[in-house]
């Protein structure tokens, strides 16, 4: 897992993006004057409009609501001579689906495959804001977790060992407490590193499956890999084919996935948006 | 100008008009609509599905119990059955009819509609659960076979309609519900619901009304040609052996892994409980909205406190305040648990 | 490489299906049950609790505060009563303020212009007397109540005060059918309709969000506030002795907008067990951590967010609006100018339903603002009547800063205590704005459910006002 190994994919130059520009216009995302797409998510409730007002400058309002932001809010930011576009997705609790701002938020992820995925969560419940952390982690590993609302974790007395989660999670853990705008440079630091492919993740995968859907999606999976050689989340679009997803069924009968795959490592992308 | 009382009484009249014309349901553009369904190819296919449901129960279905069940009159059932003998769908056989192959191919495809379509709207929208059957009664008819296997793929292929009857397959089996019926249950023995029958309607709703539903353990304790008394999950139901008859149990194999009694509407404020599970009459959104919240089994629970009005109860699940509705909060057992002191 | 793709495409879906059916139906379940395990695992390994937790307690003690038995309402009713009144009282003086500096100072100013440039006078007209007075209207009667009314109510959302409101009010709703969280779009809808159907997205279940949309309208807007308090004023106010008049009035516009709530819960409730029995429903309610509002920054977004956001829809939509009348004043047929056509014929059917031509040809041109009402009523009843001395001419909105002027005008216009009466309902129960209108259709993109919260309220408002003038007829008759 060298730098130098994953540079080869991903080129560090401004011509040659790595975001996806095609799937990314399709989804109402113009990237003509950005080099990267970087899309926040997160649990409703977690401060996540916060962490997009405070990267962006733009004053987007942040309501303590669930379920604020329904439609994608949009904005920008400069950091290391890279242009970054941020997208702010729905707050969601889950991706698996139940509600429309489910869907957005999961489509986006998946066929818009953002260069770094921001998941915003919140410190003081960390378990239930894992929910929505792994599943995320299922379909991309260039994936930073923003653990906000760091202060409102020290005032109830919890001690949050970051490292330790970044480890079990396999990706980047930066504390912020984006009120005050603390731990954000870092945050740009982490978001730079993964965009740039100057850093790697391995990330979580769920385990504990019942043996029975264990070997179901063992099968199916190992059928979406000999198809799909390159995709980089056959097992999680083998999990949504069991549950019986139907846009992820439409997505392979339409030949979307193997869109996904053929842009996603090893081949170099020579600048396909032209 | 009118005078103003005329055209008070003009109004009045206005408003019942179209009231009686357009209200739903009962109104006459609905019943004409309702009555102009009923086109001869319709009657042919509730007749078919009248035979196999014949066949299936042992009964003897002749013209007769056509007249009866689609409530026509028995010329029109005579006609309908010669109509039907002509297109090669039923065979006459000593007063009794029989289905074809063909004919059976039919009448499987409407049950296979009438189920997937309950199944429908019980999971995927919010109609009343009286109001599946009618419903389905309806659309069954107008459903391709590749429609309805397009809605069973959406519905991730169940196998039975939300009132536990098996869904035929596409390819046109079916497997018969095994089960007896309640009335044949011997008191204190633990039997499992699996069916419950959606004929007649009026006594459907009755039971859908006592909160019946399938899965729902039960525990007879009282049999007499008036009365039925009976557990189910923790309460106590009374009825007519008539209602008790339309439902179907299974013996019990294992123990119960939830020991119903307790639900989550019981529980006091500043009380804790573990989640056993949910009732299977909470499904499709509503299910999978809570289980994305994190209640699951196993799931510790805290009521915090009650809305004004005592409902909704706020709830804390994984560190979260979450708001649930009593009815909602009914569908989820739970064991309580004693407070320790931290 | 392609075609073998496609063959192979469809084995993995045959092989999903087969393997669906080995497994059976609860996928999902186990699936979110597996998540949540490792989320728990994972979460216990690397967070400890140390210490006393006293900010939960805090938490605590306000919810047990604001969601008690005894007081939960009372809290509630105070403090929405403090924000109308706030909001009311406050938004008089500003009004007033940019009314007359846009109205008074400015318009004279580019009439003059207009005149200095030898711009023609129907180009100024159209311009100036038509589009830009339109503009004013809607610009200073609704800015300052705007301005204080969602900062106010942005800080009580920002606190996390609101969950708690769709908490305490959910069992209301829950008997209509509705959601509880209708509770805060309806409270939105009190600023601005457009407003609260946009707020209506908290609403997560679909069928209870339509009928949050639906009888949003029911909510009385900021624009239609100022109708109702001049038409109780100089109406129902002069009926009592002058002492009580203020009350008497002011109880009169209360409860219009009470009927507004109680037209809620019914609609409500109609929609939910008809047109919309079908859609799903599901409910949950998250009752967030309360948090210290931060009040500067709130005021300058919800300003940007929300005042800004409304006005400029409500400006783009009261440009064509102001053109349109004074084109219609101002454009002859046949010796007598459309407005007037208009009104001919509209009259018989306003007398019918207890208002008049002008009222209803009023409220047609006034779908883009409900704002210009008054004074597009004033200046076609001037018209109509043909009173000399008053108003600016053919296509100039007005106002009068005295109560008895207005009354003057109305009365030889023709008005009546019934006429007053059903305006206030009708300006209660009618269509939305086109601004209203428009973001319906943009939140619900449906056609369908757009055309029925629009025709809905319409067929309800003239029910209404035909009923109560014929009654009004008998009574009058029998006595």
Same mark, same amino acid.
């Not at chain 1, 804001?129 to 991309?140: K, R």
């Not at chain 2, 004004?308 to 064991?335: F, K, M, S, W």
């Not at chain 3, 967030?288 to 829809?313: A, E, G, K, M």
């Given at each position: 897992?060298?730098?130098?190994?994953?540079k080869?994919?991903?080129p560090?130059?401004?011509?040659?993006?790595?975001?996806?520009?095609?799937?990314?216009?399709?989804?109402g995302?113009?990237?003509?004057?950005?080099?990267?797409v970087?899309a926040?998510?997160?649990?409703?409730?977690?401060?996540?409009?916060?962490?997009?007002?405070?990267?962006?400058?733009?004053?987007?309002?942040?309501?303590?609501?669930?379920g604020?932001?329904?439609?994608?809010?949009?904005g920008?930011?400069?950091?290391?001579?890279h242009?970054?576009?941020?997208?702010?997705?729905?707050?969601?609790?889950?991706?698996?689906a139940?509600?429309?701002?489910?869907?957005?938020?999961?489509?986006?992820?998946?066929?818009g495959?953002?260069?770094?995925?921001?998941v915003?969560?919140?410190?003081t419940?960390?378990?239930?804001?894992?929910?929505l952390?792994?599943?995320?982690?299922?379909?991309?590993?260039?994936v930073?977790?923003?653990?906000?609302l760091?202060?409102?974790?020290r005032?109830?007395?919890l001690?949050?060992?970051?490292?330790?989660?970044?480890?079990?999670?396999?990706v980047?853990v930066?504390p912020?407490?984006?009120?005050?705008?603390?731990g954000?440079?870092?945050?740009?630091?982490v978001?730079?590193?993964i965009?740039?492919?100057?850093?790697?993740?391995?990330?979580?995968?769920i385990?504990?499956?019942?043996?029975?859907?264990?070997?179901?999606?063992?099968?199916l999976?190992a059928q979406?890999?000999s198809?799909?050689?390159r995709?980089p989340n056959?097992?999680?679009?083998?999990l949504?084919?069991l549950?019986?997803?139907?846009?992820?069924?439409?997505?392979?009968q339409?030949g979307?996935?193997?869109?996904?795959?053929?842009?996603?490592?090893?081949?170099?992308v020579?600048d396909?948006?032209? | 100008?009118?005078?103003?009382?005329?055209?008070?009484?003009?109004?009045?009249l206005?408003?019942?008009?179209?009231?009686?014309?357009?209200?739903?349901?009962?109104?006459?553009?609905?019943?004409?609509?309702?009555a102009?369904?009923?086109? #001869?190819?319709?009657?042919?296919?509730?007749?078919?599905?009248h035979?196999?449901?014949?066949e299936m129960?042992?009964?003897?279905p002749?013209?007769q119990s056509?007249?009866? @069940?689609?409530?026509?009159?028995?010329?029109?059932?005579s006609?309908?059955?010669?109509?039907?003998?002509?297109g090669?769908?039923?065979?006459?056989e000593?007063?009794?009819?029989?289905?074809?192959p063909?004919?059976?191919?039919?009448a499987?495809?409407?049950?296979?509609a009438h189920r997937i379509?309950?199944?429908?709207?019980? #999971?995927?929208?919010?109609?009343a659960?009286?109001?599946?059957?009618?419903?389905?009664?309806?659309?069954?008819h107008?459903?391709s076979p590749?429609?309805v296997?397009?809605l069973?793929?959406?519905?991730?292929?169940?196998?039975?309609d939300p009132h536990?009857?098996?869904?035929?397959? @596409?390819?046109?089996?079916?497997?018969?519900?095994?089960?007896?019926?309640?009335?044949a249950?011997?008191?204190?023995?633990?039997?499992?619901?699996?069916h419950?029958?959606d004929e007649?309607?009026?006594?459907?709703a009755?039971?859908?009304?006592?909160?019946?539903?399938?899965?729902?353990?039960?525990?007879?304790?009282?049999?007499?040609?008036?009365?039925?008394?009976?557990? @189910?999950?923790? #309460?106590?139901?009374?009825?007519?052996?008539?209602?008790?008859?339309?439902i179907?149990?299974?013996?019990?194999?294992?123990?119960?892994?939830?020991s119903?009694?307790?639900?989550l509407?019981?529980?006091?404020?500043?009380?804790?409980?573990k989640?056993?599970?949910?009732s299977?009459?909470?499904r499709?959104?509503?299910?999978?909205?809570l289980?994305?919240?994190?209640?699951l089994q196993?799931?510790v629970?805290?009521?915090?406190?009650?809305?004004?009005r005592? #409902?909704?109860?706020?709830y804390?699940?994984?560190?979260?305040?979450i708001?649930?509705?009593?009815?909602?909060?009914?569908h989820?057992?739970?064991?309580?648990?004693?407070?320790?002191?931290? | 490489?392609?075609?073998?793709?496609?063959? /192979?495409?469809?084995?993995?879906l $045959?092989?999903a299906?087969a393997?669906?059916?080995?497994?059976?139906?609860?996928?999902?379940?186990k699936l979110?049950?597996?998540?949540?395990?490792?989320?728990?695992?994972?979460?216990?390994?690397?967070?400890t609790?140390?210490?006393?937790?006293?900010?939960?307690?805090?938490?605590?003690?306000?919810?047990?505060?604001?969601?008690s038995?005894?007081?939960?309402?009372?809290?509630?009713?105070?403090?929405?009563?403090?924000?109308f009144?706030? /909001?009311?009282?406050?938004?008089?003086?500003?009004?007033r303020?940019?009314?007359s500096?846009?109205?008074?100072?400015?318009? =004279?100013?580019?009439?003059d212009?207009?005149?200095n440039?030898?711009?023609?006078?129907w180009?100024?007209?159209?311009?100036i007397?038509?589009?830009?007075?339109?503009?004013?209207?809607v610009f200073?009667?609704m800015?300052?109540?705007m301005?204080?009314?969602?900062?106010?109510?942005? !800080?009580?959302?920002?606190?996390g005060?609101? =969950?708690?409101?769709a908490?305490?009010?959910? *069992?209301?709703?829950?008997?209509?059918?509705?959601?509880?969280k209708?509770?805060?779009?309806?409270?939105?809808?009190?600023?601005?309709?457009?407003?609260?159907?946009?707020?209506?997205?908290?609403i +997560?279940?679909?069928?209870?969000?339509?009928i949050?949309?639906?009888? *949003?309208?029911?909510a009385?807007c900021?624009?239609?506030?100022?109708? $109702?308090?001049?038409?109780a004023?100089?109406?129902?106010g002069?009926l009592v002795?002058t002492?009580?008049a &203020?009350?008497?009035s002011?109880?009169?516009?209360?409860?219009i907008?009470?009927l507004g709530? !109680?037209?809620?819960?019914?609609?409500?409730?109609?929609?939910?067990?008809?047109? !919309?029995? &079908?859609?799903?429903?599901?409910?949950?309610?998250?009752?967030?951590?309360?948090?210290?509002?931060?009040?500067? $920054?709130?005021?300058?977004?919800?300003?940007? +967010?929300?005042?800004i956001?409304?006005?400029?829809r409500?400006?783009i939509?009261?440009?064509p609006?102001?053109?349109?009348?004074?084109?219609?004043?101002?454009?002859?047929?046949g010796?007598?100018?459309?407005a007037q056509?208009?009104?001919?014929?509209? +009259?018989p059917? &306003?007398?019918?339903?207890g208002? *008049?031509?002008?009222?209803?040809?009023?409220?047609?041109v006034?779908?883009?603002?409900?704002?210009?009402?008054?004074?597009?009523?004033?200046m076609?009843?001037?018209?109509?009547?043909?009173l $000399?001395?008053?108003?600016?001419?053919?296509?100039?909105?007005?106002?009068?800063e005295s109560?008895? &002027?207005t009354? +003057?005008i !109305?009365?030889?216009g023709?008005?009546?205590?019934? /006429?007053?009466?059903?305006?206030?309902l009708?300006?209660?129960?009618?269509?939305?704005?086109s /601004?209203?209108?428009?973001?319906i259709?943009k939140?619900?993109?449906?056609?369908?459910?757009?055309i029925?919260?629009?025709?809905?309220?319409?067929g309800?408002?003239?029910?209404t006002?035909?009923?109560?003038?014929?009654?009004?007829?008998?009574?009058?008759?029998?006595?």
């Amino acid at each position: 897992m060298t730098s130098e190994a994953h540079k080869s994919h991903s080129p560090v130059c401004d011509s040659c993006p790595v975001h996806h520009a095609a799937n990314l216009l399709k989804l109402g995302v113009n990237m003509t004057d950005w080099d990267f797409v970087v899309a926040l998510a997160g649990n409703p409730n977690t401060g996540k409009s916060t962490v997009f007002n405070a990267l962006t400058g733009l004053r987007q309002h942040t309501g303590n609501w669930p379920g604020k932001t329904v439609t994608r809010a949009e904005g920008g930011f400069d950091y290391g001579g890279h242009r970054y576009k941020l997208v702010d997705l729905p707050g969601t609790y889950s991706l698996l689906a139940t509600t429309m701002d489910e869907e957005i938020a999961r489509n986006f992820i998946l066929f818009g495959q953002p260069d770094v995925m921001v998941v915003v969560v919140d410190a003081t419940r960390l378990e239930r804001n894992l929910n929505l952390v792994l599943q995320v982690l299922e379909i991309t590993d260039r994936v930073v977790i923003c653990l906000n609302l760091m202060d409102e974790a020290r005032r109830h007395g919890l001690q949050i060992d970051h490292r330790r989660l970044a480890r079990d999670l396999g990706v980047p853990v930066v504390p912020t407490i984006a009120r005050y705008g603390e731990g954000l440079d870092q945050l740009l630091q982490v978001i730079a590193d993964i965009a740039t492919g100057f850093s790697v993740s391995k990330p979580h995968r769920i385990q504990h499956l019942t043996p029975a859907l264990q070997r179901a999606v063992s099968q199916l999976t190992a059928q979406i890999e000999s198809h799909y050689p390159r995709l980089p989340n056959a097992r999680w679009v083998a999990l949504r084919l069991l549950d019986g997803d139907q846009r992820i069924a439409q997505a392979i009968q339409r030949g979307e996935l193997s869109t996904l795959s053929s842009v996603t490592e090893d081949q170099p992308v020579i600048d396909r948006s032209q | 100008m009118l005078d103003p009382l005329t055209s008070l009484l003009v109004a009045a009249l206005l408003v019942t008009l179209g009231l009686s014309l357009f209200w739903p349901e009962r109104g006459l553009l609905s019943r004409w609509q309702r009555a102009r369904r009923v086109t #001869d190819r319709v009657l042919t296919e509730d007749a078919l599905k009248h035979i196999h449901n014949c066949e299936m129960t042992g009964d003897r279905p002749t013209i007769q119990s056509i007249t009866g @069940a689609l409530q026509i009159n028995p010329t029109k059932a005579s006609e309908l059955v010669n109509k039907m003998d002509a297109g090669n769908l039923v065979q006459f056989e000593k007063g009794t009819l029989h289905l074809t192959p063909t004919g059976r191919e039919s009448a499987l495809h409407i049950l296979r509609a009438h189920r997937i379509w309950e199944r429908y709207l019980a #999971d995927e929208t919010g109609f009343a659960e009286s109001e599946w059957h009618l419903q389905a009664d309806y659309f069954e008819h107008y459903l391709s076979p590749a429609e309805v296997d397009a809605l069973s793929d959406q519905l991730g292929h169940p196998t039975h309609d939300p009132h536990g009857d098996p869904i035929p397959t @596409a390819e046109g089996e079916l497997v018969d519900h095994q089960g007896t019926h309640l009335t044949a249950v011997d008191i204190d023995v633990p039997v499992r619901i699996v069916h419950i029958e959606d004929e007649p309607p009026a006594i459907y709703a009755q039971l859908v009304a006592e909160g019946l539903h399938i899965g729902m353990q039960v525990r007879v304790i009282e049999k007499s040609h008036q009365r039925f008394r009976f557990w @189910a999950d923790g #309460d106590e139901h009374i009825l007519a052996p008539i209602l008790a008859n339309n439902i179907t149990v299974v013996p019990m194999l294992e123990e119960p892994e939830i020991s119903p009694g307790m639900r989550l509407s019981s529980l006091k404020p500043g009380q804790k409980a573990k989640v056993l599970g949910y009732s299977p009459a909470c499904r499709g959104a509503e299910r999978r909205r809570l289980m994305d919240l994190g209640l699951l089994q196993g799931t510790v629970i805290k009521a915090e406190y009650t809305s004004p009005r005592g #409902d909704p109860t706020a709830y804390r699940i994984r560190e979260a305040v979450i708001a649930l509705r009593e009815e909602q909060a009914n569908h989820i057992y739970i064991i309580r648990l004693e407070e320790n002191v931290a | 490489m392609k075609k073998r793709g496609e063959t /192979t495409a469809e084995d993995i879906l $045959q092989t999903a299906k087969a393997l669906r059916w080995e497994i059976g139906g609860n996928i999902h379940e186990k699936l979110v049950e597996a998540i949540y395990t490792d989320a728990a695992r994972i979460a216990d390994r690397t967070v400890t609790r140390e210490g006393v937790r006293p900010r939960f307690d805090l938490d605590h003690s306000i919810d047990h505060l604001v969601t008690s038995r005894i007081w939960g309402f009372p809290i509630l009713l105070l403090l929405f009563t403090l924000v109308f009144w706030i /909001t009311i009282s406050g938004a008089n003086v500003p009004s007033r303020i940019i009314a007359s500096f846009l109205i008074d100072t400015i318009y =004279p100013v580019l009439s003059d212009g207009a005149a200095n440039i030898g711009l023609p006078w129907w180009l100024s007209g159209l311009l100036i007397d038509g589009m830009y007075l339109a503009t004013a209207w809607v610009f200073s009667v609704m800015l300052p109540p705007m301005a204080i009314f969602f900062p106010l109510f942005t !800080l009580l959302e920002d606190f996390g005060y609101l =969950p708690r409101v769709a908490f305490n009010l959910d *069992n209301i709703f829950k008997k209509c059918g509705a959601h509880g969280k209708q509770a805060l779009s309806m409270m939105m809808g009190f600023g601005c309709n457009a407003a609260g159907v946009i707020a209506t997205r908290i609403i +997560d279940s679909p069928r209870e969000r339509l009928i949050a949309i639906i009888t *949003n309208n029911f909510a009385l807007c900021n624009g239609r506030w100022p109708t $109702q308090i001049l038409i109780a004023t100089i109406f129902i106010g002069t009926l009592v002795p002058t002492h009580l008049a &203020g009350l008497i009035s002011a109880l009169s516009v209360v409860s219009i907008a009470l009927l507004g709530v !109680l037209l809620t819960f019914i609609v409500s409730w109609f929609l939910s067990k008809t047109w !919309l029995k &079908g859609e799903v429903s599901t409910f949950s309610l998250e009752l967030p951590p309360y948090r210290p509002p931060r009040i500067l $920054q709130t005021i300058y977004t919800s300003i940007i +967010d929300r005042t800004i956001f409304v006005l400029w829809r409500a400006v783009i939509f009261a440009l064509p609006a102001g053109a349109v009348i004074w084109l219609s004043t101002n454009i002859h047929v046949g010796g007598l100018s459309i407005a007037q056509h208009l009104i001919n014929f509209l +009259d018989p059917i &306003g007398l019918l339903l207890g208002l *008049n031509g002008v009222i209803l040809l009023a409220y047609i041109v006034a779908i883009p603002a409900n704002e210009i009402v008054i004074p597009t009523v004033l200046m076609l009843t001037v018209m109509v009547a043909g009173l $000399q001395g008053v108003g600016a001419g053919a296509g100039v909105m007005f106002e009068l800063e005295s109560a008895i &002027g207005t009354l +003057d005008i !109305l009365n030889a216009g023709g008005w009546t205590l019934l /006429t007053a009466v059903n305006l206030m309902l009708f300006s209660l129960i009618h269509n939305p704005c086109s /601004t209203t209108i428009y973001t319906i259709y943009k939140e619900t993109g449906s056609w369908k459910w757009t055309i029925v919260a629009t025709l809905l309220p319409l067929g309800l408002g003239f029910t209404t006002i035909y009923l109560v003038a014929q009654i009004w007829r008998a009574v009058a008759f029998v006595l």
